[in-house]
């Protein structure tokens, strides 16, 4: 396995816009692409590749075939396609089941033996479709989860405190979707309650709700107004990547298996774990209450109930 070796299936927006990540912040050695658009990926490849004078460092950049996940330390994929207009998310998740379970088991040919990062939609349920195609450990095997989610929601609060960013201790669980929540009681500006930030600062508890209302609504204006996003989550696999390689040990909200961790079983969903090189270290699991618990379960249920209805059949078939 060669350490910063990473492969990135799929050359759209999203895959396209954490290749750019990675070139202007560096800490990557290797970027292979792939897409069945080799044309394209052989563009992106030069177009990349022409801006290393200006990098941080030295980085190689080609396109490449599933051979090249072979000694990779990282594969990450954004192929699929986008939800239409009049699309159901069922009918997204069983044409993306098919293309996961395709660049799977292409990637499995090939003897790797790395960490698996998911970022088709829908995330938690094409990340369970990869582990069972992969056969993998389930921490080696991620889904970007809510790790774009919280970023917008520390995004929006920061702006509403006028506080940085990187002082705002807050997550997104759950689905990444419509279902998602914030564990408000778990939430915090440096070291100290977000709730008592609000008392404090007498700002209406009402707005904590706005601003996740503005998280969930986040992805729906920006589709509205440019037809698709992809810099948020670029830089959000670049930062999971980034964990990952430099065994940072970090805190992030990923999709990730859960084996009776907050009453729930056998499913993918967006929970804080702890990542490093071998991938998910750990889970921390929090206190919920009882209106938190009730949110995750939703989540969970909805996630079930798609995977159940045609997903699982899909993943079977020879």
């Not at 997204?92 to 379970?101: F, G, P, Q, R, Y």
């Amino acid at each position: 396995m060669k350490k910063g070796k990473v492969v990135l299936v799929g050359t759209g927006f999203v895959g396209m816009s954490m290749a750019y990540s990675m070139l202007n912040r560096g800490g990557i050695e290797e970027l292979v692409l792939i897409d069945i658009d080799k044309d394209k990926t052989i563009g992106e490849e030069m177009d990349l590749s022409h801006g290393l004078p200006y990098a941080p460092q030295k980085m190689v950049i080609k396109a490449g075939d599933y051979e090249e996940c072979k000694d990779a330390q990282v594969v990450v994929i954004t192929a699929g396609i986008a939800q239409k207009p009049g699309q159901t998310r069922l009918e997204l998740a069983e044409v993306n089941t098919k293309i996961m379970k395709q660049i799977t088991k292409s990637i499995m040919e090939s003897g790797f033996n790395g960490i698996i990062v998911v970022a088709s939609n829908p995330v938690d349920l094409m990340t369970y479709v990869v582990w069972k195609v992969s056969g993998l450990p389930k921490n080696k095997v991620i889904g970007s989860g809510t790790v774009l989610d919280t970023a917008r929601l520390r995004y929006l609060m920061a702006d509403y405190l006028k506080i940085s960013s990187k002082n705002i201790h807050a997550y997104i669980m759950g689905e990444h979707g419509d279902s998602s929540f914030v564990p408000w009681e778990h939430a915090y500006v440096g070291c100290k309650r977000v709730k008592d930030v609000m008392k404090d600062g007498h700002h209406p508890m009402e707005d904590l709700k706005k601003i996740h209302e503005g998280v969930v609504n986040a992805a729906y204006e920006i589709i509205e107004k440019k037809k698709a996003t992809y810099y948020g989550i670029g830089m959000a696999l670049n930062r999971l990547v980034s964990a990952i390689i430099n065994n940072e040990n970090s805190i992030l909200t990923v999709s990730t298996y859960l084996e009776n961790q907050y009453g729930q079983n056998d499913i993918f969903i967006g929970v804080p774990a702890i990542i490093n090189r071998n991938g998910v270290r750990e889970l921390i699991e929090l206190n919920l209450n009882e209106y938190e618990q009730e949110k995750l379960n939703n989540s969970c249920q909805l996630i079930k109930e798609m995977r159940e209805s045609s997903i699982e059949k899909i993943i079977e078939e020879k």
